[in-house]
């Protein structure tokens, strides 16, 4: 082969290998889902991974660097136990402005409930198949209650994040087969805050609703409640799980999974609405 076209093989050969590399990384993008990326981060940011990772680095450095090491060991030892307080994690619930609790007198405007799903139990043998967790539950159990006091109608929304049956449909058949409460629209492709709220402002806009009462949780109500406002939904808050204002407990100053748990909910919530601050 004379020499120019043997370069201009080697060229195009490149080339090629160039686009296939592309094609190949581009293709692995599309797979690698932002929503799988986001629960890692949040399972290696939030507590108890945060912590334990902070004070395993610690250790690691405790040789080389001493005070250093020691310094991050028993800050990533600390933090997991105050967090584990339940008086910590209701401090931290209470320093999102929670709403008051729901009175039937401000949904006078109102004119339909909407109820955020708030994950699922994949393959639950108990169940035969998938259910749902426990804070979607809790949130069903308190929309139902809102649905018979206001006698509005109920729409829930909740797609599958990682597969299986929608929490849309769960919610709906949990309210209709065990509580005994119709839902008139069940929007099941969001699997995130935001697209609760843009996917049922849409359905909502449609039937000519443009004020809600809102069902979530204490601690991420204020985020709900930014992101319909943002769809051009108005809200009236009825957050449960709401942190008792009782006297103060030996108990609540004692480490627990319960307040670990609180901790985690609260501070993943600080960081979304944090995030949701920056962010366009």
């Known amino acids: 082969m004379p020499f120019p076209q043997a370069i201009c093989g080697l060229c195009c050969s490149g080339r090629a290998k160039s686009a296939t590399r592309y094609s190949q990384y581009a293709k692995a ?38 005070r250093l090491g020691a310094g991050l060991a028993w800050t990533g030892v600390l933090s997991l136990l105050v967090l584990s307080l339940p008086a910590v994690a209701s401090l931290l619930i209470r320093s999102l ?19 955020l799903g708030g994950g699922t139990r994949r393959d639950a043998p108990d169940y035969g198949g998938d259910t749902l967790a426990t804070l979607t539950l809790e949130r069903v159990r308190y929309g139902a209650r809102i649905a018979r006091l206001t006698g509005l ?31 008139r629209w069940a929007e099941n492709r969001s699997r ?27 601690f991420d109500m204020r985020r709900a409640t930014a992101e319909f406002a943002a769809a051009g939904i108005a809200t009236v808050p009825a957050a449960t799980g709401i942190p008792s ?4 407990r030996v108990l609540d100053y004692l480490p627990g999974i319960n307040g670990l748990q609180g901790s985690y909910y609260a501070l993943y919530e600080i960081l979304g609405n944090a995030v949701r601050i920056v962010t366009p």
């Open 29 to 66: 993008s599309q797979v690698i889902d932002p929503i799988w990326i986001k629960a890692v981060l949040k399972s290696l940011a939030l507590p108890p991974t945060g912590p334990l990772l902070l004070a395993l680095l610690g250790l690691a450095l405790w040789r080389r660097r001493p």
């Open 192 to 218: 995130t805050t935001h697209e609760n709220a843009q996917y049922s402002a849409e359905l909502l806009r449609a039937a000519g609703i443009g004020r809600v009462v809102l069902v979530a949780h204490a």
């Open 245 to 248: 204002r009782g006297p103060v």
């Open 97 to 115: 402005e929670i709403a008051s609790p729901f009175e039937r007198s401000r949904a006078a405007q109102a004119q339909a409930i909407v109820i």
């Open 153 to 183: 109608p109920v729409l829930v929304t909740g797609g599958s994040t990682y597969g299986g049956t929608t929490e849309a449909q769960l919610m709906q058949q949990a309210l209709q087969q065990e509580f005994g409460v119709a839902v």
